[in-house]
């Protein structure tokens, strides 16, 4: 059966002049975005009050083809340009969207000081174990063992495991999918969109083209039976708990959601107690 | 021997040859090349060196730093956004006079987010006290990576050396390369030998406050060994050519002797400049070309003619030109043209054009201005 439409019901959400996007066959960003903009569509948002902020990489795209106030920054950099967005406007609502390269190699200590205060935003990291805009060297999640451009020999250094990170640094909401999990993503991201404070969903996604194919999964598909074969929900254990090995399972689910002040609540909170 | 590589396999290779104990780097576009190759040399074991896969450009230059505090030969790449990035270290390396060496591929800053060649990223470290090499071929940049290590670590200069050429236009592109045997290299450069270095037996602290007075002269014998590299620099590139037969200087001149008029340029725009004189001179017009080789130190006194024609690939906002600004005041007539930016294609046809323009008496943005 052929199916002929003039429109998708999310085009409202995406540039259309800048699609085709530049992802590649099998990359699990097409979905990702795809889960984020259901979040968005089932959340109601309203999207003049959104703005989405990335850092550089392929995952960094995003802010180039979502349709509202998004902003491209540098490479490491969204989280202060996104922090810089909510304190001149509390209004807003702020979503960063960006890779494991971007958020915790170059730009890995503005994450745990958001976090640490509790800025009210919402993080979102694909983790594709690699830099794969520059052709995939080793990042700070790329599994131990791991080939890379820069270690072709295999990867010998710890990778972080990023929602023990998380929570370890201060962050109410942390969960992490695959990209195959589109649905339990999808109410991960509501969840934290919802959440008041510096909540983070990371997301395991398929780079076939800079590191499965040096890593036995040539195909975004074989990376997604991968998922299948090996995730293990797990809600609300200990972060620390979660570690990511090369062949062994991926521990996926909702660890953390607490309350707790954020930033914004706290600075108002002392500007009452100071005028007393 | 003679291979055909692209110039970031051919600077990978260099690097290597000059056996550096200790390479630190992060990918960027268009540099990455070369990194991925030391990585794969160090561990094939071809190379024997620590290499560290570091988190920024920021971290890379402060391991090379302190690699080289301790008396190891170092090195690292890297281009646009990543030099800027590195911009505080390289003022620490050039004034604790570490002689860390670097290639930088040339690339336009954003936003604009941009990847193509642009000499702005490079210009724009001008202040802090590394000497820079541009480079026109990929045999240039192999043998300026070699030089740059022996320039260096000469002791009257202890300075860091940076060498940079276009992103793209070199750097992705092959080209034949003569290659020395290494046992000509190792002649040619020998072991480093630091003046002072951070020693466990005989320890020393380094990064102190340091009042007034001796931070002048700090400063001020950065500026003696600045200028006296001038000197170094093409001694050394003499004696290059002695051993490998292709000399080297400050300022390459190109057809210049009975010239009315010469044309400045640098990196891969003086590749392109060679065959717009060549192509002039055939038409009979009366056209050189000096190819700016180091622009720190600024070879002032090797850049004079009647009439000088200064083509920029970068811009300093609100002045013009970085090397026709260099240049001017210095008696002669010159014309600038801004040329190229964001990697624009600039062909030995729009040279011509230039220089049909200059001799009208125009110059400019080209061809947003002039055409
Ligand atoms: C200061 C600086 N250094 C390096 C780069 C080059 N660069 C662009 S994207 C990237 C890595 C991206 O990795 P990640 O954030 O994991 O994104 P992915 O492409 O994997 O989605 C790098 C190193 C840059 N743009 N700026
Ligand atoms: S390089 Fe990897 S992350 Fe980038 S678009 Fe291709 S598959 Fe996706
Ligand atoms: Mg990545």
Redesign the pocket.
Known sequence: MEIEAKSHPLDRYLRAERIPHIWCPGCGLGTVLNCFLHALEETNINLKNLAVVS??????RVAGYINVDSYHT???RAIPFATGLKLANPKLKVVVF??????FA?GGNHFIHAARRNIDMTVIC?N?Y?????GGQL?PTTPLEARTTTAPYGNIEHPFNLCHVAAASGAVYVARWTSLHVRRLKESMKEALNKKGFSFVEIIAP?PTAFGRRNKEPTGLETLKYYKEHSVIKHGIDPAEADIEMGGDIIVGKFVDIEKPTFDEAVHELIKKARK | MIIVDTANHIAALAAKMAKPHVIAA????PQTTIVERLAEYVEKGELNAEYIRVE??HSAMAACIAAAATGARTFTATSS??LL?MHEMLHWAGLARLPVVMVNVNRAIGPGWNIWSDLNDSLAQRDTGWIQFYASSNQEVFDSVIQAYKIAENEEILLPAMVSYDGFILSHTSMPVEVPEQSKIDEFLPDFKPGWILDVENPITHGNIVPPEPYMEIRYSMQKAMEKAKKVIEEIGEEYGKKFGREYGLVEEYRCEDADYVIVAMAAMAAEAKVAVDELRQKGEKVGLLKLRTFRPFPHERLKHDKMIVIDRDICPGLGGIVYNEIKGNGSEIYGFIAGLGGVDVSYKDIERMYELAKEGKEGWYPTEVK
């Open positions: 850092g550089i990489g392929c995952t960094g540098t490479h490491g960006s890779g494991d390269g971007d958020l170059i694909v594709n690699n830099y794969g805009m520059t990042g780079c | 992060y990918p960027i576009t920024s450009e956004h990543g990035l």
